[in-house]
């Protein structure tokens, strides 16, 4: 990629993001898609003892039906029990194909299993953060999400994405896609609105003029 392309990325990528610092919780759900730091994450969460439980939720889903030949809350728990997360602590959640039946499903599990689920920790891709937060206010709203996400830079979530068959291009596309659901997703009541600021918007239009366009969806 460019150097005006990463550029426009980061700004996209860090509005995205949340920043919140981990703190002790109910649960960690861990959401899939094809990003594997996502369970090395949850297990090194659950290894400083932040929550007794981590859910993987997540069946096969826009960006994952071609890749994986297992759900993605299965392939990210094997991760996750490879890092050191003991089976006992796993909750799996195979059915869901998008973000509102991760929250739904997850949800209903929880509550048959008699877990508490009042503070949870959230962990998907860095540039998931903000639909993450702003899903969860219409989906699970009862329940504090706080977002803890792999940190790790453009260049390394890249490399991972590649390691399991994404493109570079692939990658920057579904970003700008996640970017567009912001508004589009509230305006269908999917989340609740979230500010663009003006450097944000800005960005996101050099990438769909540089055609990063393959993730949109429809209006």
Excluded at 91 to 103: C, D, G, I, P, Q
Aim: hydrophobic share 45%; aromatic share 10%; glycine share 8%.
């Amino acid at each position: 990629m460019t150097d005006a392309v990463l550029h426009d990325l980061q700004i996209l990528w860090d509005y995205m993001g949340m920043g919140m610092t981990p703190e002790p919780a109910d649960v960690i759900a861990a959401f899939g898609c094809y990003d594997e730091t996502i369970p090395l994450r949850a297990a090194e969460l659950y290894r400083q003892g932040l929550a007794p439980w981590v859910v993987f939720s997540g069946g096969l889903g826009r960006n994952t039906s071609g890749l994986f030949g297992t759900s993605e809350a299965e392939r990210f728990a094997a991760i996750a029990v490879k890092a050191g997360l003991p089976e006992s602590a796993i909750l799996l959640e195979t059915r869901s194909a998008n973000s509102a039946e991760n929250f739904l499903f997850t949800k209903a599990m929880l509550e048959e299993h008699g877990i508490p689920c009042q503070k949870i920790l959230a962990v998907h891709k860095p540039y998931m953060e903000r639909r993450v937060y702003a899903a969860a206010a219409v989906y699970w709203p009862e329940a504090r999400f706080i977002l803890a996400s792999p940190r790790v830079s453009i260049p390394e979530h890249i490399r991972a994405a590649r390691a399991v068959g994404m493109t570079e291009k692939g990658v920057i596309e579904t970003v700008v896609g996640d970017v567009q659901r912001m508004e589009l997703y509230a305006r269908k009541g999917y989340q609740i609105p979230q500010p663009i600021p003006p450097a944000v918007r800005a960005a996101y239009d050099r990438l769909i003029e540089a055609g990063y366009t393959g993730q949109l969806a429809r209006a």
